[in-house]
């Protein structure tokens, strides 16, 4: 499960193990029809939202509540025309 902390009052999250990139892989993997490395997918974990990022610490980054509001962002970056 990912780990939060907070930094100069903003919520960070750390990736702990490699299981809790399961579900953003699977994601990404829908989106993009593209099969990222585990230090890509970590720049990707890191680059969302920190009510994304919350959602992970709090459901864990293998729920479906990570998953669904994960898809919803980079689908939206997409959208606009922004790098995943």
Partial sequence: ??????EDGVYKVTIVVDTDLDRLHDVVLDITDVSKTE???LD???S???NTKYIAYRWSAGDTEFGDAAYKELTERL???KAI
């Fill in 1 to 6: 499960m990912p780990r939060m902390y907070r």
């Fill in 39 to 41: 230090d890509e997918l």
């Fill in 44 to 46: 990707i974990f890191n």
């Fill in 48 to 50: 969302l939202s920190e």
């Fill in 79 to 81: 959208e606009d025309g």
